[in-house]
T-cell receptor, first 113, second 111 residues
Framework: DSGVTQTPKHLITATGQRVTLRCSPRSGDLSVYWYQQSLDQGLQFLIQ???????AKGNILERFSAQQFPDLHSELNLSSLELGDSALYFC????????????FGPGTRLTVT | AQSVAQPEDQVNVAEGNPLTVKCTYSVSGNPYLFWYVQYPNRGLQFLLKYITGDNLVKGSYGFEAEFNKSQTSFHLKKPSALVSDSALYFCAYTGGFKTIFGAGTRLFVKA
């Protein structure tokens, strides 16, 4: 158990809908990262927050947004969902940037029908 | 552009034999390199990292990796493979505030 929790585990929704994925980092970790894992595109970095502030953006679509709250939990919002958004979404946390390893949650499997 | 490459989609090895999973990098400055493993239906787990210092890094579950600056490589190795090592392995680089993962290499260890 990495200490990172993600909810829900599974999510099935229809195209055009909006969903929110939630992540609680390990106790003491200030950085939260979001990744998308799909079969054809591997593991893609989406966005990183550090102590409530956005630190880095990767290949995150404009339909997606995220935030980190004062209690350090984070939410990833996906809107106007398309079939291609079906994937595993992982959250990870770390103590600090660059030199620190990341601890991954179990992921949320999103299926868009 | 910064990148991490895993040239092999799949590696097959017999149990008890040594294994190597390859990773090469193309980055500017001093690289921070990591290896992670992913078992089916699980999140990634950290194995080891290279930040600075000794080029041979030891990690979890008997794995080690050798940082080679002249060849820009960071290959993952284990002297004797176990069937339970079968999984998906990712090499990763952290630069600035971004983490870039390789495409992953699926390791099959046959009994």
């Amino acid at each position: 158990d990495s200490g990172v929790t993600q909810t829900p585990k599974h999510l099935i929704t229809a195209t055009g809908q909006r969903v929110t994925l939630r992540c609680s980092p390990r106790s003491g970790d200030l950085s939260v990262y979001w990744y998308q894992q799909s079969l054809d595109q591997g593991l893609q970095f989406l966005i990183q927050y550090y102590n409530g502030e956005e630190r880095a953006k990767g290949n995150i679509l404009e339909r997606f947004s995220a935030q980190q709250f004062p209690d350090l939990h984070s939410e990833l919002n996906l809107s106007s969902l398309e079939l291609g958004d079906s994937a595993l979404y992982f959250c990870a946390s770390s103590v600090e940037n660059r030199a620190s390893e990341q601890y991954f949650g179990p992921g949320t499997r999103l299926t868009v029908t | 552009a910064q990148s991490v490459a895993q040239p092999e989609d799949q590696v097959n090895v017999a149990e008890g034999n040594p294994l190597t999973v390859k990773c090469t990098y193309s980055v500017s400055g001093n690289p921070y390199l990591f290896w992670y493993v992913q078992y089916p239906n699980r999140g990634l787990q950290f194995l080891l990292k290279y930040i600075t210092g000794d080029n041979l890094v030891k990690g979890s579950y008997g794995f080690e990796a050798e940082f080679n600056k002249s060849q820009t490589s960071f290959h993952l190795k284990k002297p004797s493979a176990l069937v339970s090592d079968s999984a998906l392995y990712f090499c990763a680089y952290t630069g600035g505030f971004k983490t870039i993962f390789g495409a992953g290499t699926r390791l099959f260890v046959k009994a």
